[in-house]
C-alpha cells in the first residue's frame, strides 16, 4: 500500500503541530512585560509544577489525542463507494459546520468543566492538575491529567466532528483554530491588536480570572463564547487594569473577591 498524505493524516497531526508553532510564538513574547497579566515572580511563586513537567504532561495527552483521531477516522471511512474521496462541501456548508462544531464543543466543555469543580472527587485527583498553572502560559494550555484530557478535549472534539459531519479536510481547519483559540486563552498576556480579544470576550484575561482563587467558581466557558456562563450565572465581569508595578491585570468589576 503506498503512503499518502492524506485528509486524516493531516487532521491527526496538524492541529499537534500548530498547538507547538502558536505557543512558541509566545515563547518569544518573553520581554513584553507591560503586556503580561502576571509577573514572572508571580509565575515562578504560584505554579506548582515546572515546565518540564508541563511539556511532558502536554506530549501525553497529545498521543492519547492521536489514538482517538486513528481510530475515530477509521471509523467515520474516509473513502466512499469506489474508493472515491468524500466530497468537500461548499464554503456556506463550512461555515456552517464550524459554527454548530464551536457551539457543541463549548456546549460540552462547559457543562463537563464546571462539573470537574463541583464534584470534590474529580477536582482533587483530575482537574487540580491544570489548576496548578495559577498563572497560565501558551504551551500549558492542555497540561492536564490525561483522563480529564481524554474526556473533556478529545471526546468534546470527537463529538463535535461528528454531530456537525464534517469531512477530515474540514476538521484539519477547525481544530487547528480550535487549537489556535485555546492556546491564546491561555498565553497570559493581552497585546493590542490581538484579533481573538477583538471578536471573543472569552480571553486570556477572561480565562485568567478562572484560574485565580477568587474566580475558580466562574468563568468556565471555554474556548470560543460566554454564553453559558451567562446563561448559567457563574460569570463574572472584569476590567483590565495597569499594575503599578508594571503589567495588566484582570480585576473582576461587581464581584466581592472571596
Known sequence: MAFAVSDELLGTFVPIAVYWLYSGMYVLFDGY???????????KSKNGVSKGAVVRG?????????????????????????????????????LAQFAGAMLVMDTWQYFMHRYMHTNKFLYKHLHSKHHSLVVPYAYGALYNHPLEGLIMDTVGGAVSFLVTGMTPRT?????SFATVKTVDD?????????????FFSNNSAYHDIHH???????????????MWDKIMGTYMPYSLETRKEGGLEARPTGVKKD
Open 58 to 94: 502536554v506530549l501525553l495527552q497529545q498521543a492519547v489525542q492521536c489514538v482517538v483521531c486513528i481510530l475515530l477516522f477509521a471509523f467515520v471511512g474516509g473513502d466512499d463507494v469506489g474508493g472515491a474521496k468524500p466530497q468537500q462541501p461548499g464554503p456556506l456548508v463550512v
Open 212 to 226: 485565580q482563587l477568587y474566580g475558580s467558581k466562574y468563568n468556565f466557558s471555554q474556548p470560543f463564547f460566554v
Open 33 to 43: 512585560d507591560e503586556y503580561r497579566l502576571h509577573s514572572k515572580s508571580e509565575e
Open 171 to 175: 476538521s484539519i481547519y477547525f481544530f
Open 186 to 198: 491561555h498565553c497570559g498576556l493581552c497585546i493590542p491588536g490581538n484579533l481573538f480579544h477583538a
